[in-house]
């Protein structure tokens, strides 16, 4: 069954697709991998998250309310604010532990969705869930990792390094200024995935979004295009948004009298 | 003169109250974990603390904290780096950069010390390296923590004829050591640092002759 040039697909057609991973788990079972068991469980798991997002999708879409995608778009800032906190391996002491995270999450990510949504790509209504959900997504996912590492790197130099910063302060440099060639260091940390992605990207990977576009009959050109917006607009996130928890967990790891405060930090 | 009143960071450090005259050299001695190091990093005001200081005409507390160590220099025993090079950590428009190689040379450091790496530098060598980095910042008064721990008896000799050089210009200079002999030849003024509780103390007694003592 064919649309223009997009091929919709049977139930049995994606059962089908299964062939060869049925193929790989029976091998598994036979070698005695000690996989088999695991591969079915993750199989179950995907097929049941995704059918659940898809519905989930699908009524989002269908509403297409301010307040439905609004609602969605919390969800998932709200797990990405979760996940920036789960994964700091030093995290600051009380409120600060989410503060510098979530709030450049949430200014920089959302000001730059307003961006794409209000001033690139136009949308009737503007807040289009169709495109607005998969731009928030890529956004958050993207800057999370970003924000991620800065913040561990950040948090590790001043802990690890803390006698060459120190030495620094000693010599009568500013907090920012004493810190500055560690934060440098940590923002190239945060920056490397989303460069490397840039950099690698139409040569040795075609991007996710773009092969899914072109598959869904969209011209190639076309498909670039959406790629570009998205990369340009994921690097500027990332870089902003980290660079924005590094500065506001600096602010919070050195005090008005220029020194470092490491007890700010949950130890371990 | 250098006034302190009350200085203390709880619990390790008690209320540590004392003056020291300008262009002296001060001695706090006291074993390793009494709280010398907690004491200095009082003084520059590295770790929260409590009590005031003060310097010639400034108040620490009005006084912003990087100038207030701009005034105050303090060269812990075991100082970090920065940058792989030597170079990098001594900057060009650094205010008393002119007088460095003369300190190098006074200290028996090799002229092209700058070019080499840090990593490549002995202990020894990175001790004095981070006086000179504290002096080329023109300080008024510098805090040593134990500045000849990690050298021979030569080196020592070096900074301890450097020392003396910068008291005769006028310059204060608080020298924390465990080495009653460096103490007795430098020092004009006594202080005993034990468990936290700073007193004044007499100068040193000069060790019994039978043991090995280099002439001071």
Redesign the interface.
């Known amino acids: 069954m064919t649309t223009i040039g997009y091929i919709t697909l049977e139930y049995w057609e994606v059962a089908a697709s299964a062939l060869f991973f049925v193929l790989a788990s029976g091998l598994a079972l036979l070698f005695e991998v000690g996989l088999a068991r695991s591969m079915a469980w993750v199989a179950v798991r995907m097929v049941t998250q995704l059918l659940l997002v898809g519905l989930v999708l699908k009524f989002i879409f269908q509403a297409t309310s301010g307040l439905v995608t609004l609602a969605a778009a919390s969800v998932m800032a709200l797990m990405a604010m979760r996940e920036i906190m789960r994964r700091q391996r030093r995290p600051l002491k009380g409120p600060w532990r989410w503060l510098p995270g979530s709030v450049s999450l949430l200014t920089i990510g959302g000001l730059a969705l307003l961006f794409a949504l209000l001033v690139v790509l136009r949308p009737e209504p503007w807040y289009s869930p169709r495109l607005l959900l998969p731009i928030f997504g890529m956004i958050l996912g993207n800057s999370m990792n970003g924000i991620t590492l800065g913040l561990n790197a950040i948090t590790n130099a001043i802990v690890r390094?803390?006698?060459?910063?120190?030495?620094?302060?000693?010599?009568?440099?500013?907090r920012w200024r004493a810190i500055r060639?560690?934060a440098a260091e940590a923002l190239r940390t945060a920056l490397t995935p989303i460069m490397n992605a840039m950099a690698a990207t139409g040569i040795i990977s075609l991007p996710g979004m773009m092969t899914g576009q072109i598959l869904a009959g969209v011209p190639p050109v076309e498909a670039v295009k959406y790629q570009l917006m998205i990369m340009f607009l994921i690097a500027g996130v990332v870089g902003l948004s980290s660079l924005l928890a590094m500065i506001l967990t600096i602010d919070r790891l050195t005090?008005e009298?220029?020194?470092?405060?490491p007890d700010r930090l949950h130890t371990s | 003169m250098l006034q302190v009143r009350d200085l203390a960071r709880p619990p390790m450090l008690k209320p540590a109250s004392f003056t020291l005259p300008e262009g002296t050299c001060g001695v706090i001695m006291g074993a390793s974990g009494s709280g010398k190091s907690l004491l200095a990093r009082a003084i520059?005001?590295?770790?929260?603390n409590e009590g005031t200081v003060r310097w010639r005409d400034h108040v620490r507390e009005a006084t912003?904290?990087?100038?207030w160590?701009?005034l105050i220099?303090?060269?812990?025993a075991?100082?970090?780096?920065?940058?792989a090079d030597v170079a990098t950590h001594f900057p060009a428009d650094a205010p008393a950069r002119a007088h460095m190689e003369d300190w190098i040379t006074t200290l028996g450091l090799k002229p092209d010390i700058l070019a080499r790496q840090v990593s490549h530098l002995s202990t020894g060598e990175r001790q004095r390296l981070?006086l000179v980095?504290?002096l080329i910042?023109a300080p008024e008064m510098l805090i040593l923590d134990e500045p000849t721990g990690a050298l021979d008896a030569a080196s020592r000799d070096r900074v301890e004829t450097l020392m003396r050089e910068l008291l005769n210009e006028g310059r204060t200079l608080l020298l924390i050591t465990h080495d009653a002999a460096q103490a007795r030849r430098l020092g004009q003024h006594f202080w005993r640092l034990e468990a936290g509780r700073l007193t004044p103390a007499s100068p040193p007694e000069p060790e019994p002759a039978n043991h090995a003592e280099p002439p001071a």
């Not at chain 1, 009298?257 to 405060?261: A, K, M, Q, S, T």
């Not at chain 2, 520059?44 to 929260?48: A, E, H, N, S, W």
């Not at chain 2, 075991?78 to 940058?83: D, I």
């Open positions: 390094e803390r006698n060459a910063v120190e030495a620094r302060l000693l010599l009568g440099f500013s060639p560690f005090d009298r220029h020194r470092l405060r | 520059v005001d590295l770790d929260p912003p904290a990087p100038h160590r701009r220099a303090y060269v812990p075991e100082t970090g780096w920065w940058a981070a980095r504290a910042m």
